[in-house]
């Protein structure tokens, strides 16, 4: 259509011309293509708003701005982390050679563009590539293979230090579980000698690190033994949260196992990463233990495992447990 057809075209009414078409019957936005956002420029400037007596929003319609964030304001809502990747899922090249325990990565990487890795027969030198568990590894003419993970779980006696090792030579929990597996496996955290219950071992670097940080809440559930009566009224003080000389510690829940018959035995359940945090908490009310017994660790349970006996995970219990941190 010519400029002179579109000239005598009559004009409707009611509506004014966009002040942003050009010459060539395009406006701005279409120049710009969908999607594209106005530069604030190109905003128009609205008026000012109604206030609430002049016909603004209706009552019982107003939006709750509580949670919006505001100028100067920040989030106080923990950045959720990255999931644990699946054992089985592909790896950089530099990090499954790491694994195998031949150098850290910065030399792997050296290594790789140096045409010194290849894979499945193949010379790899970019940075970056990815390698399944299965692949054919080759570094400067030997074959390589990463680390088996592994995942065990103990049902922890008592009279075993739940350390690593102890230089007066005494019963460690490492007694139990040395036969388990070629590879060293250490446990995630500690317990004391005469606690029992669950504690999970693993040679995975990148679990164990996330089950102790600090941002790491799961579930644990305690099957708790004093040797005195515990106060009805300390149920809801726990759950409430009490400052302690080692900082402000609180459970998730807590009840007694049978108020009738054994007062003395209560179940808590605790969402904290520190191991010692519930008998602080016990301990700061007075509280003599008689026998701390975890019974619930994230989503494992002692449930068919019995005292003194561990068991590798199965791979429903290891995706259940990756999910959890």
């Given at each position: 259509?010519?400029?002179?057809?579109?000239?005598?075209?009559?004009?409707?009414?009611?509506?004014?011309?966009?002040?942003?078409?050009?010459?060539?019957?395009?406006?701005?936005?279409?120049?710009?293509?969908?999607?594209?956002?106005?530069?604030?420029?190109?905003?128009?400037?609205?008026?000012?708003?109604?206030?609430?007596?002049?016909?603004?929003?209706?009552?019982?319609?107003?939006?709750?701005?509580?949670?919006?964030?505001?100028?100067?304001?920040?989030?106080?809502?923990?950045?959720?982390?990255?999931?644990?990747?699946?054992?089985?899922?592909?790896?950089?090249?530099?990090?499954?050679?790491?694994?195998?325990?031949?150098?850290?990565?910065?030399?792997?990487?050296?290594?790789?563009?140096?045409?010194?890795?290849?894979?499945?027969?193949?010379?790899?030198?970019?940075?970056?590539?990815?390698?399944?568990?299965?692949?054919?590894?080759?570094?400067?003419?030997?074959?390589?293979?990463?680390?088996?993970?592994?995942?065990?779980?103990?049902?922890?006696?008592?009279?075993?230090?739940?350390?690593?090792?102890?230089?007066?030579?005494?019963?460690?929990?490492?007694?139990?579980v040395k036969n388990a597996t070629r590879e060293l496996l250490l446990p995630v955290d500690k317990m004391e000698r005469m606690?029992?219950?669950?504690?999970?071992?693993?040679?995975?670097?990148?679990?164990?690190?996330?089950?102790?940080?600090?941002?790491?809440?799961?579930?644990?559930?305690?099957?708790?033994?004093?040797?005195?009566?515990?106060?009805?009224?300390?149920?809801?003080?726990?759950?409430?949260?009490?400052?302690?000389?080692?900082?402000?510690?609180?459970?998730?829940?807590?009840?007694?196992?049978?108020?009738?018959?054994?007062?003395?035995?209560?179940?808590?359940?605790?969402?904290?990463?520190?191991?010692?945090?519930?008998?602080?908490?016990?301990?700061?009310?007075?509280?003599?233990?008689?026998?701390?017994?975890?019974?619930?660790?994230?989503?494992?349970?002692?449930?068919?495992?019995?005292?003194?006996?561990?068991?590798?995970?199965?791979?429903?219990?290891?995706?259940?447990?990756?999910?959890?941190?």
């Amino acid at each position: 259509m010519s400029d002179r057809s579109r000239s005598q075209r009559p004009k409707r009414t009611g509506r004014s011309e966009n002040p942003n078409r050009n010459r060539s019957g395009s406006s701005e936005s279409e120049k710009r293509g969908f999607g594209s956002r106005r530069s604030l420029s190109e905003t128009p400037q609205e008026g000012p708003k109604p206030t609430r007596h002049q016909g603004g929003k209706k009552k019982g319609h107003s939006k709750d701005t509580r949670n919006q964030r505001g100028p100067g304001r920040h989030s106080t809502k923990p950045k959720r982390r990255p999931a644990l990747k699946d054992v089985d899922a592909p790896l950089r090249l530099n990090k499954f050679i790491a694994n195998s325990g031949v150098c850290v990565r910065r030399e792997a990487d050296i290594l790789i563009t140096a045409g010194a890795v290849t894979v499945n027969g193949n010379v790899v030198t970019e940075l970056g590539t990815k390698v399944q568990p299965t692949d054919k590894v080759v570094v400067e003419g030997q074959r390589i293979k990463p680390e088996k993970k592994h995942y065990l779980i103990l049902n922890k006696p008592k009279n075993f230090l739940g350390t690593a090792g102890d230089k007066q030579g005494r019963r460690t929990v490492m007694d139990l579980v040395k036969n388990a597996t070629r590879e060293l496996l250490l446990p995630v955290d500690k317990m004391e000698r005469m606690d029992t219950g669950l504690l999970l071992f693993t040679n995975d670097p990148e679990m164990a690190e996330r089950m102790r940080s600090s941002g790491t809440k799961f579930r644990q559930l305690y099957h708790v033994t004093l040797r005195q009566k515990f106060r009805a009224e300390h149920l809801a003080d726990i759950v409430k949260g009490i400052e302690t000389e080692r900082g402000f510690i609180k459970a998730s829940s807590a009840e007694f196992i049978d108020e009738s018959k054994k007062p003395k035995e209560i179940g808590v359940e605790m969402h904290s990463n520190r191991p010692k945090a519930l008998a602080i908490l016990l301990e700061h009310l007075g509280y003599d233990i008689e026998r701390l017994d975890r019974t619930v660790l994230g989503p494992l349970t002692k449930k068919d495992l019995p005292r003194g006996h561990w068991r590798a995970l199965d791979r429903e219990e290891l995706n259940l447990l990756r999910m959890s941190l």
